[in-house]
């Protein structure tokens, strides 16, 4: 669910996964551990939005929703700075086959199977012998969110995206996989 700013009360926990702001100088804040936290920016208009984005994020297209809601609000694509957090890497993000699969077949509308070699490349994750004999593969979950931002329209030279891993860096960022804690990182925007 995305919520404009103003219905989330000071004090107040709001149940979303996004935020969009609704007046001047509103700071939006997410919490992630092994998500992405998305930040929207419009150079123009000066409208922000943070979304919690993860695996089941993308799968219900969060990304887009958002991006509409900021249509309504007059943010054209060309004027949209998107960042994507740190968040788990792929090669710490692993999942059994049906997993992916049904990952990849909502977040990109398209049914494919784990089995072709242009699969295998297309859906980017790594088939190395040692994730065979496990029958887990890596899901990359910030560039299923590039993909999904270049589907939006927005321009790719509009697009930042950290590199920074949350399950490998321990001494940095919290990470559910890695340490089951609950503790997490705040992310925040302001307008």
């Not at 049906?98 to 088939?127: I, P």
């Not at 040692?130 to 593969?137: C, G, N, S, V």
């Not at 920074?164 to 559910?176: D, G, I, P």
């Amino acid at each position: 669910m995305i919520v404009f700013g103003t219905h989330s009360q000071e004090g107040i926990k709001t149940d979303a996964d996004g935020l969009v702001g609704n007046k001047c100088n509103q700071n939006l804040w997410v919490y992630t551990a092994d998500c992405m936290a998305i930040f929207f920016a419009d150079k123009r208009t000066r409208n922000v939005a943070a979304l919690h984005c993860g695996r089941k994020g993308l799968e219900k297209k969060i990304i887009k929703n958002l991006v509409k809601i900021l249509d309504n609000l007059g943010t054209s694509r060309d004027d949209l700075l998107v960042a994507i957090g740190p968040s788990i890497s792929k090669e710490h993000y692993l999942v059994d086959k049906m997993t992916l699969k049904e990952f990849y077949r909502k977040a990109e509308n398209k049914k494919k199977t784990v089995n072709s070699t242009k699969t295998q490349q297309d859906l980017c994750f790594n088939d190395s012998n040692h994730f065979k004999e496990q029958k887990l593969f890596q899901l990359d979950l910030k560039r299923s969110a590039y993909r999904q931002l270049l589907n939006e329209n927005i321009p790719y030279t509009n697009i930042d995206i950290s590199n920074l891993c949350t399950y490998k860096l321990k001494n940095e960022f919290n990470s559910w996989r890695r340490s089951k804690t609950i503790s997490r990182q705040w992310n925040f925007i302001c307008s």
